[in-house]
């Protein structure tokens, strides 16, 4: 698979805003972020079906993040506006490939994607 790299992370203030890319997602079929703080479970933010594109939202992060992609980059955005303290978490970007990817649920699934990013840290105070 491609190394998937993430960037865009950062220390910002509630109310401010940050935009993640998950630079190499490009080849696959959908895209997920995820994010978890230490202690918690990993858990879905955003996904992206590629070929729709269809896209999909955590409660808790709807209508504050976009998922995008650029086609010619190969990259997908998380453009993240009005963060929250709450949102303090390290933010991954997880790529599948497979028939699964164009359903809801699975893209909310961590162990149904095989390839995943190191990680970019956001800190919202």
């Known amino acids: 698979h491609v190394q998937l790299v993430e960037s865009g992370g950062g220390s910002v203030q509630a109310g401010g805003s940050l935009s993640l890319s998950c630079e190499g997602a490009?080849?696959?079929?959908?895209v997920g972020w995820f994010r978890q703080d230490p202690g918690k479970e990993r858990e879905p933010v955003a996904t992206?079906?590629?070929?729709?594109?269809?896209?999909w939202y955590a409660d808790s992060v709807r209508g504050r993040f976009t998922i995008s992609q650029d086609d010619a980059k190969k990259t997908v955005y998380l453009q993240m506006n009005s963060l929250k303290a709450e949102d303090t978490a390290m933010y991954y970007c997880?790529?599948?490939?497979?028939?699964?990817?164009?359903?809801?649920?699975?893209?909310?699934?961590?162990?149904?994607?095989?390839?995943w990013g190191q990680g970019t840290q956001v800190t919202v105070s």
């Open positions: 992206i079906y590629l070929h729709g594109p269809m896209t």
């Open positions: 997880a790529a599948g490939r497979g028939e699964w990817c164009s359903g809801g649920y699975w893209l909310l699934l961590a162990d149904e994607y095989s390839n």
């Open positions: 490009g080849y696959a079929f959908c």
